[in-house]
């Protein structure tokens, strides 16, 4: 199970940082990923992290201003965001494995990010 939280409402500039607690598997042997969904649109993949927290992997529109982080040890995956446009503004969601092609059931449930002024 993945359980999202830590979204809202921001102005643009602003900054949050989004949680998503695992249970169930064995998280530190993951690939995990963020995806988002803003509305009408598909889902997109914004950011990756290996196992191990070696290797990190961002879109483009969002490296230098997101951060993917986990904590195996806590079974927590982060994401740190900051310099919010409201480009930014979807669907959150944590994934376990590579990005949008991973079946649902191994989505959370998603929270929601809103940038708007």
């Known amino acids: 199970q993945l359980v999202e939280s830590g979204g809202g409402m921001v102005q643009p500039g602003g900054s949050l940082t989004l949680s998503c607690a695992a249970s169930?598997?064995?998280?530190?042997?993951?690939?995990m990923s963020w995806v988002r969904q803003a509305p009408g649109k598909g889902p997109e993949w914004v950011a990756g992290?290996?196992?191990?927290?070696?290797?990190?992997y961002y879109r483009p529109s969002v490296k230098g201003r997101f951060t993917i982080s986990r904590d195996n040890a806590e079974k927590t995956l982060y994401l740190r965001m900051n310099s919010l446009e409201p480009e930014d503004t979807a669907l959150y969601f944590c994934?376990?494995?590579?990005?949008?092609?991973?079946?649902?059931?191994?989505w959370g449930q998603g929270t929601q990010v809103t940038v708007s002024a």
């Open positions: 169930g598997f064995i998280f530190s042997d993951y690939y």
């Open positions: 994934v376990r494995g590579p990005g949008t092609a991973v079946p649902r059931n191994y």
């Open positions: 992290i290996n196992a191990d927290s070696t290797n990190f």
